[in-house]
């Protein structure tokens, strides 16, 4: 297997509404003389991409100039607020890049009327 260059030509701007995924257009540097249009290639970064959680924004709670979210707590059936770092906010995503775990589940919406230990049940 031949490792090449690639550089991003396009990336769609409205995600597949199934896998919410994005089309990434590739253009390859120096390709092969046996390279073929539609043919399937590997790919990988050449920089380490930062961990990070996509949100809606109705997860987000603004108070006292920080952010938060309610994380609930799957043994107790309770939520918990808790500090979050935001990366970005790019449209109908905001990008978290810091505070929560992986497999953590947050609360989505109805964020502005829950309190620390408040019981909530979780949909499945």
């Known amino acids: ?10 990336i769609d701007p409205i995600a597949d509404a199934n896998t919410r995924t994005h089309n990434v257009y590739l253009t ?7 390279f073929r249009l539609g043919i399937t290639v590997a ?12 949100l809606p924004p109705t997860a ?14 799957p043994t107790k059936g309770t939520v918990a607020r808790r ?3 935001v990366g970005s906010r790019e449209g109908d995503v905001v990008v978290v ?3 929560i775990a992986v497999g953590e589940r947050v609360v ?8 620390d230990g408040q019981p909530v049940r979780v949909s499945r």
Request: glycine share 8%; aromatic share 8%; charged share 15%.
């Open 28 to 34: 390859l540097n120096d390709p092969p003389a046996a």
């Open 43 to 54: 790919v990988a970064f050449s920089w380490p991409v930062p961990p990070h959680v996509d």
């Open 97 to 99: 890049t810091g505070g």
């Open 83 to 85: 500090a979050v770092t």
């Open 1 to 10: 297997m031949a490792v090449k260059a690639a550089g991003v030509r396009a």
């Open 60 to 73: 987000l709670l603004e108070k006292d100039g920080k952010t938060w979210v309610w994380v609930v707590d």
């Open 108 to 115: 989505v919406a109805g964020v502005h009327s829950l309190t």
